[in-house]
């Protein structure tokens, strides 16, 4: 059980948007700890995606943005492609553990 | 550009020890701006971050709870590379590990090793 909570996938045509959401607590994301996503493709490894809940890194298209409220975050992806399908993880840091957590992650298809 | 390159036995006996290594090109493993985080995947699971090693005058670990009693961390900065020991290990410690870069741990894992799948079999 992950400490962060992702829906298991999510699924949606090419060209359409999707949404993946990351739930906390008063302890992680509720606490104002920043949020960072990564996206992982088959095989390889986890890539950064958005850093400090809506920044991203060069190279990453502006098709990905992220966003931060309350005790939960959210990643969006606009005019999906079929190279996006990835498995996508939330991660921030939890107080209660003294560490980093990551979400249970969210496995994007591309109809 | 950062590059973490991953060595380490894909086949361990339980009750043994998994030993990994990271060696990092393109900056310094005893960067005072720098921290190198371990980080593993069970299969089909997701992510787990096992600890952390980093360098302010001197070397400092910060070990995740589920793992502290059997795992420990080392530098050699003339080699520039990181390891990660984990003992006494069961087949729920079989998963691919990653060594990954991040400043702080309120900050991302920008740079991440390859990985390197360990599987714990007799």
């Known amino acids: 059980q992950s400490v962060l909570t992702q829906p298991p996938s999510v699924s949606a045509a090419p060209g359409q948007r999707v949404t993946i959401s990351c739930t906390g607590s008063?302890?992680?994301?509720?606490?104002?700890?920043?949020v960072h996503w990564y996206q992982q493709l088959p095989g390889t490894a986890p890539k950064l995606l958005i850093y400090?809940?809506?920044n991203r890194p060069s190279g990453v298209p502006d098709r990905f943005s992220g966003s931060k409220s309350g005790t939960s975050a959210s990643l969006a992806i606009t005019g999906l492609q079929a190279d996006d399908e990835a498995d996508y993880y939330c991660?921030?840091?939890?107080?209660?553990?003294?560490?980093?957590?990551f979400g249970g992650g969210t496995k994007v298809t591309v109809l | 550009q950062v590059q973490l390159q991953q060595s380490g036995p894909g086949l361990v006996k339980p009750s043994q020890t998994i030993s990994l290594t990271c060696v990092v090109s393109?900056?310094?493993?005893?960067?005072?701006?720098?921290?190198w985080s371990w980080i593993r995947q069970a299969p089909s699971r997701g992510l787990e971050w096992l600890g952390r090693?980093?360098?302010?005058?001197?070397?400092?670990?910060d070990y995740a709870v589920s793992v502290n009693s059997r795992i420990s961390f080392s530098a050699d900065t003339s080699k520039n590379q990181i390891s990660l020991q984990l003992n006494s290990v069961t087949p729920e410690d079989t998963a691919v590990y990653y060594c990954?870069?991040?400043?702080?741990?309120?900050?991302?894992?920008?740079?991440w090793g390859q990985g390197t799948l360990v599987t714990v079999s007799s």
């Open positions: 400090t809940n809506s």
């Open positions: 090693t980093y360098f302010r005058s001197k070397w400092y670990n």
């Open positions: 393109g900056d310094s493993v005893s960067s005072t701006s720098a921290g």
């Open positions: 008063s302890s992680n994301i509720g606490a104002g700890y920043n």
């Open positions: 990954a870069r991040g400043t702080t741990l309120f900050t991302p894992f920008d740079s």
């Open positions: 991660q921030t840091y939890d107080r209660s553990l003294s560490g980093s957590v």
